[in-house]
């Protein structure tokens, strides 16, 4: 938890003050022997809320204001000692933030999203008699409804974090028989009847059959808006969403399904009140183990030029990859440097006992990327050159330095 600095003081201010002109006022007041927080004396206005009981109110541009013009809305709340409280604090309209202060505390209790979503959550014991302040707020000034719950035997938080969609919003969407294939492509289209999400985008479910480790990618292109996507079904706790990564401005997500059934597969736009078509297509991922080298060549000790084009394999993140071929043996030490004045580099390194793709982004000298490992096996590896921005490419040089350990 962040604590907010208590104020030693005795002066009365206005509570029309912000809480940085408080801050300041308070501050250069004569102290007293006990210190208090300056949330202590934001004003309730009748305000007070019970344990076991939810109330709803409203942050307005009339509420004091704190820092980054954030308005505080103060409610009191009774309890006695030895009762484990929590607090929620939700809402549609606003990132959450909620701070408590009372006796007991030695500092000022807050929280962003512990309650799941963008909503609020502190927990905490009750040590001593007397009101505490439960005070509302939000994110840069953000105002609206909310509701506020004191319980002592709290729901579990929302499974999903600020920012991203609730998929209990995405498994009520209607799918009206859209169906995906594996490997298949679909095409459809917002016009402006379609349910939305997330601040009036629209959307569109589809379902899709997976089976237990089994992998796919899958793909939202549309020439008429900034697609976004995104997937949720049976052993995801959260959903999957992506914004671009299939270049351009289209969407791409690969996954594993983690459990077989039914997932859902939401096409939507980044912006509200998008129309125009699109499309959906799954396609096995990209395997980066079995990219063509096309007889290119990476030697251990030699540096090779090459030309990345824009309109290669994509990988992830709309990225274009070419591949290279270098041959090494157990025990021996690379240093692989791509380095390119066209492109920010990007690199990836695959082969035999490498489970996880070795990739690196700026590891050589500005925006040139570096590998250093020490190969587990023998046998023949790829070296991936691509670029971090998707369509990117031009020529490079690619430099292998290796140690043998025999």
């Keep these: 938890m962040t604590?907010?600095?208590?104020?030693?003081?005795?002066?009365?201010?206005?509570?029309?003050?912000?809480?940085?002109?408080?801050?300041?006022?308070?501050?250069?007041?004569?102290?007293?022997?006990?210190?208090?927080?300056?949330?202590?004396?934001?004003?309730?206005?009748?305000?007070?809320?019970?344990?076991?009981?939810?109330?709803?109110?409203?942050?307005?541009?009339?509420?004091?204001?704190?820092?980054?013009d954030a308005p505080l809305e103060a409610w009191l709340l009774e309890g006695s000692p030895g009762q484990a409280v929590t607090v929620d604090l939700r809402s549609s309209d606003f990132d959450a933030y909620l701070y408590v202060v009372g006796p007991g505390f030695d500092e000022t209790l807050w929280d962003d999203d512990s309650a799941g979503g963008c909503d609020a959550r502190v927990a905490f014991t009750v040590l001593e008699d007397g009101p505490f302040t439960v005070v509302a707020s939000s994110q840069s000034g953000q105002t609206g409804p909310y509701s506020l719950s004191v319980t002592t035997d709290p729901e579990p938080a929302a499974p999903y974090s600020c920012g991203s969609v609730n998929p209990a919003t995405l498994l009520e969407l209607p799918t009206e028989g859209r169906v995906l294939e594996l490997r298949g492509s679909v095409r459809g289209a917002f016009n402006g009847s379609e349910p939305t999400i997330q601040d009036g985008r629209p959307?569109?479910?589809?379902?899709?059959?997976?089976?237990?480790?089994?992998?796919?990618?899958?793909?939202?292109?549309?020439?008429?808006?900034?697609?976004?996507?995104?997937?949720?079904?049976?052993?995801m706790t959260?959903?999957?969403?992506?914004?671009?990564?299939?270049?351009?401005?289209?969407?791409?997500?690969?996954?594993?399904?983690?459990?077989?059934?039914?997932?859902?597969?939401?096409?939507?736009?980044?912006?509200?009140?998008?129309?125009?078509?699109?499309?959906?297509?799954?396609?096995e991922p990209v395997d980066l183990s079995t990219l063509p080298t096309e007889d290119r060549m990476a030697v251990a000790g030699?540096?090779?030029?090459?030309f990345l084009p824009n309109d290669g394999p994509v990988l992830t993140q709309g990225r274009h990859g070419q591949a290279w071929a270098l041959r090494g043996f157990a025990g021996q030490s690379l240093s692989i440097d791509l380095v390119s004045d066209d492109f920010d580099t990007y690199l990836y390194l695959v082969g035999p006992g490498i489970d996880t793709p070795l990739e690196d982004d700026d590891g050589g000298n500005d925006t040139n990327s570096r590998l250093t490992t020490t190969l587990p096996e023998s046998g023949t590896y790829r070296v991936i050159v691509s670029a971090y921005s998707s369509g990117s490419g031009g020529a490079f040089d690619l430099q292998v330095s290796g140690v043998s350990r025999r």
């Design 302 to 306: 030699e540096t090779v030029s090459g």
């Design 203 to 235: 959307a569109a479910a589809w379902t899709i059959e997976g089976r237990a480790g089994e992998s796919v990618s899958i793909r939202l292109l549309s020439d008429d808006f900034d697609s976004y996507l995104h997937v949720f079904g049976p052993g």
């Design 238 to 283: 959260e959903a999957l969403s992506d914004d671009d990564s299939a270049g351009d401005l289209d969407s791409q997500i690969t996954l594993v399904f983690p459990e077989s059934g039914t997932y859902r597969v939401i096409a939507s736009a980044l912006s509200a009140n998008s129309r125009g078509s699109y499309q959906i297509e799954t396609v």
């Design 3 to 68: 604590v907010l600095p208590a104020v030693r003081s005795r002066l009365r201010v206005p509570f029309r003050l912000s809480l940085g002109a408080f801050l300041t006022l308070l501050g250069t007041g004569q102290a007293q022997a006990q210190s208090i927080s300056i949330l202590s004396l934001l004003p309730t206005d009748g305000r007070s809320v019970s344990i076991g009981q939810e109330v709803t109110g409203a942050l307005s541009s009339s509420d004091p204001r704190g820092p980054d």
